[in-house]
C-alpha cells in the first residue's frame, strides 16, 4: 500500500491499516481511472474518492488575521463543500463497486453540519406570520433542495436525486485520541452495506444543527 497523493488519502490510507484491510491507491494501479482508495471488506467493493480542502474559509481567516479564532460565512463553506462533493463524484460514477463514498478532509475540523447541508441542501426554519407580522402557528424546518445529491429540476421543479450511485460522505481527521472517521449515508439503501463496512459509531444517522 503505497501513501502518495493529498494528505487526507494519506490518512485515509492509514486508517485502513489500523483495521487491517488492505486497500489499493490510485497511485498502485495502472490503466484504467481508478478511485482514490479501493478495497474489498465484508464481501463489498468499496471505491472511495478523497478530497483535501487545502484552504477552508475558517484557516484563511485565521492566517489572515494571525489569531486563534475567526468568523465566517456559513454559506461559503457549504458551497466549498459541494463543490468538492460534485467534483468527486464525477471519479466515482463510472466505478464499479457495491458503495462508492467520498471522504473530505482538512488540517481542521469539518463540521458535520455543513456537510450534510452541502449533501442534502441547506436546512431553513419557516414560522407563518400574520398581516401584522406576528407568528402565527408553529414553525417547522425544512431542507431547501440545494445540496449536492438533492436539486430541483429546472424542467419540472421537482425534486430530484443527483448522484443516485453515492453512498455516503464524511470526513476523517487525527486528534491526540488517534484517527476520527465519521460517514453520512446519502440513501437508506446502502445503509446495511455501510453497516457491514463501517463500526455504528463512525455512521451518523441524524444530527442537530
Not at 443516485?164 to 491526540?176: D, Q
Request: aromatic letters at 8%.
Amino acid at each position: 500500500m503505497r501513501k502518495e497523493g493529498n494528505p487526507t488519502e494519506k490518512l485515509f490510507g492509514e486508517y485502513l491499516q489500523d483495521r487491517g484491510i488492505q486497500g489499493m491507491h490510485e497511485m498502485d494501479s495502472k490503466g484504467t481511472k481508478k478511485p482514490d482508495w479501493y478495497f474489498h471488506y465484508a464481501d463489498m467493493r468499496v471505491a472511495v474518492e478523497v478530497k483535501d480542502l487545502f484552504e477552508t474559509p475558517l484557516s484563511r481567516e485565521l492566517a489572515r488575521n494571525g489569531r486563534t479564532f475567526a468568523f465566517v460565512d456559513a454559506d461559503e463553506e457549504v458551497k466549498q463543500l459541494r463543490r468538492r462533493v460534485d467534483s468527486a463524484c464525477v471519479q466515482l460514477k463510472t466505478i464499479s463497486a457495491d458503495l462508492r463514498i467520498v471522504i473530505l478532509g482538512s488540517a481542521l475540523p469539518i463540521r458535520f453540519e455543513s456537510v450534510a447541508s452541502a449533501v442534502f441542501g441547506k436546512p431553513v426554519i419557516v414560522i407563518p406570520l400574520s398581516r401584522d407580522g406576528r407568528p402565527k402557528g408553529q414553525g417547522h424546518t425544512r431542507i431547501l433542495p440545494n445540496g449536492s445529491i438533492r436539486q430541483k429540476d429546472p424542467a419540472t421543479g421537482l425534486v430530484i436525486r443527483k448522484h443516485p450511485f453515492l453512498s455516503a460522505v464524511g470526513t476523517i481527521r487525527e486528534n491526540e485520541d488517534g484517527r476520527i472517521l465519521w460517514l453520512i449515508p446519502c440513501c437508506n439503501e446502502d445503509l446495511p452495506k455501510l453497516q457491514q463496512v463501517f463500526t455504528k459509531n463512525e455512521i451518523i444517522l441524524e444530527w442537530q444543527t
